[in-house]
């Protein structure tokens, strides 16, 4: 009872931080500005371990250090739950780390759609509608080029969460033949 109590506690914290690191590393690739009291928590949240690696790792067009930093945070909340497997060993951590990674990122994703769609049937003029709405933008763009609104209502969205959830059952069906 108490490790699960404490492998909740682990796997929420890491849970937040790695939505920082993600909407950092994210936000960057798709050149949007949080607001500026949401931009604060995203850099207080990830500016600890994104900093040091960016020493590390070279710069480029992406942010590295935030996705390495990301995986990095899945490791460590993995480890509770495996410490006392006996599946303790690094081929398996690593395989453990990359598919909680794929979970964050793809539900993530699929969060920030049914914001997006929330806001846009309460307040669309929300002061974090514009940032939602370009964070999920390049992966809705193509959806809507090929299916148009039917009669005023926007399908991308439902279509961009089960074509996402697919995509991660498909994946997280490879890495599981890999343990």
């Known amino acids: 009872m ?18 920082a690191f993600l ?9 949007v500005r949080p607001p500026e009291s949401f931009a604060r ?6 500016n600890w371990l994104v900093l040091p690696l960016r020493r590390i ?3 480029g067009r992406y942010d590295w250090a935030c996705l390495i930093g990301t995986l990095l945070v899945a490791v460590i909340s993995v480890l509770p739950a495996l410490w006392l497997s006996d599946h303790f060993n690094p081929k398996f951590i690593l395989l453990i780390s990359i598919q909680q990674l794929m ?5 993530g994703f699929m969060g920030l759609m049914v914001m997006e ?4 049937w309460v307040n669309p003029h929300a002061p974090i509608a514009p940032f939602i709405s370009g964070l999920t933008a390049p992966l809705l763009r193509p959806i809507r080029q090929l299916v148009p609104p039917l ?11 089960v074509g996402l959830r ?12 890999f343990i």
């Open 103 to 107: 979970n964050w990122i793809f539900y």
């Open 2 to 19: 108490l490790n699960e109590i404490i492998g909740m506690i682990v796997d929420t914290a890491a849970t937040v931080v790695a939505a």
């Open 166 to 177: 697919v995509i991660l059952m498909l994946i997280n069906s490879t890495l599981v033949s």
């Open 57 to 59: 790792l070279p710069n």
């Open 41 to 46: 928590f995203i850099f207080k949240a990830s």
């Open 23 to 31: 909407l950092r590393f994210w936000a960057q690739v798709a050149r």
């Open 151 to 161: 009669g005023g209502l926007d399908l991308s969205m439902l279509i961009g969460i």
């Open 117 to 120: 769609a929330l806001l846009s």
